[in-house]
């Protein structure tokens, strides 16, 4: 079977100071969350902005041992102290298989990732990025690049708004690598807005809101009816808006 569950779940402690003294306590989404199960290879998180999805992700990728900023367990770069303690309550719940390769991607710092990686200066080094600085490239092209030359397979990556910087073709050519990555034995997480993505077959996707984390079918997302609302009649949705 295509794909892995190295990461089989996890389990949140709201009686840690870390959560309970903190502002952790006053996300909704959190405080009904405390057992977590992953049961497909591609798993997606949605919700509006400010729901607590990148939350989970960032305290997912600490705990296992990723730069919080973004990168693999060997990047140790750091420009701003701003993630949350949340991973110090979290239990990680591992499978019986361990990945050899994992990467964090957080859109929102990309910019400091690449520049470390311009820094670390090693041609052989730069080759696992696609042989190219990733400030010579377009936003969405070193996005491209990471995910192509850097994800390896047989990994856990974890992926915080990778749309950001991606065109919808370019969104297309994600999906295919997605599939790749599957293939070889890799479990991906996902924290995204985009209904394209959402799309990926055979994914589950939770929906993060005030009520908690609730699985739900794509048609079912609001990402999806909207767009798809907005595509079928823009002149009557933007008549609705503006006037």
Same mark, same amino acid.
């Given at each position: 079977?295509?794909?892995?569950?190295?990461?089989?779940?996890?389990?949140?402690?709201?009686?840690?100071?870390?959560?309970?003294?903190?502002?952790?306590?006053?996300?909704?989404?959190?405080?009904?969350?405390?057992?977590?199960?992953?049961?497909?290879?591609?798993?997606?998180?949605?919700?509006?902005?400010?729901? @607590?999805?990148?939350?989970?992700?960032?305290?997912?990728?600490?705990?296992?041992?990723?730069?919080?900023?973004?990168?693999?367990?060997?990047?140790?770069?750091?420009?701003?102290?701003?993630?949350?303690?949340?991973?110090?309550?979290?239990?990680?719940?591992? @499978?019986?298989?361990?990945?050899?390769?994992?990467?964090?991607?957080?859109?929102?710092?990309?910019?400091?990732?690449?520049?470390?990686?311009?820094?670390?200066?090693?041609?052989?080094?730069?080759?696992?990025? @696609?042989?190219?600085?990733?400030?010579?490239?377009?936003? @969405?092209?070193?996005?491209?690049?990471?995910?192509?030359?850097?994800?390896?397979?047989?990994?856990?990556?974890?992926?915080?708004?990778?749309?950001?910087?991606?065109?919808?073709?370019?969104?297309?050519?994600?999906?295919?690598?997605?599939?790749?990555?599957?293939?070889?034995?890799?479990?991906?997480?996902?924290?995204?807005?985009?209904?394209?993505?959402?799309?990926?077959?055979?994914?589950?996707?939770?929906?993060?809101?005030?009520?908690?984390?609730?699985?739900?079918?794509?048609?079912?997302?609001?990402?999806?009816?909207?767009?798809?609302?907005?595509?079928?009649?823009?002149?009557?949705?933007?008549?609705?808006?503006?006037?």
């Amino acid at each position: 079977m295509a794909g892995k569950l190295y990461i089989k779940g996890f389990r949140i402690d709201h009686h840690a100071p870390e959560y309970a003294d903190s502002y952790l306590s006053k996300i909704a989404a959190l405080r009904h969350l405390y057992d977590f199960s992953f049961h497909r290879p591609v798993t997606f998180f949605v919700g509006e902005n400010g729901s @607590g999805k990148s939350t989970i992700l960032e305290a997912l990728a600490v705990n296992l041992g990723f730069n919080a900023e973004g990168g693999s367990k060997n990047f140790t770069f750091s420009t701003s102290m701003t993630h949350s303690d949340l991973y110090k309550a979290v239990r990680v719940i591992k @499978g019986p298989d361990h990945p050899k390769d994992g990467f964090f991607l957080r859109a929102e710092s990309f910019y400091n990732l690449a520049s470390n990686v311009d820094e670390i200066g090693d041609p052989i080094f730069l080759e696992q990025y @696609g042989g190219k600085s990733l400030h010579q490239q377009s936003h @969405g092209e070193s996005f491209l690049s990471l995910m192509l030359h850097r994800f390896r397979g047989h990994g856990v990556y974890i992926l915080d708004e990778p749309e950001a910087a991606l065109s919808p073709t370019k969104l297309m050519t994600m999906l295919v690598r997605i599939k790749e990555l599957v293939n070889q034995q890799s479990q991906l997480i996902i924290a995204t807005h985009s209904p394209m993505l959402m799309a990926y077959p055979n994914a589950d996707i939770y929906f993060i809101s005030n009520e908690g984390v609730k699985k739900t079918r794509y048609e079912d997302t609001e990402h999806y009816n909207v767009m798809r609302h907005f595509l079928e009649d823009p002149q009557k949705m933007l008549h609705y808006l503006l006037d």
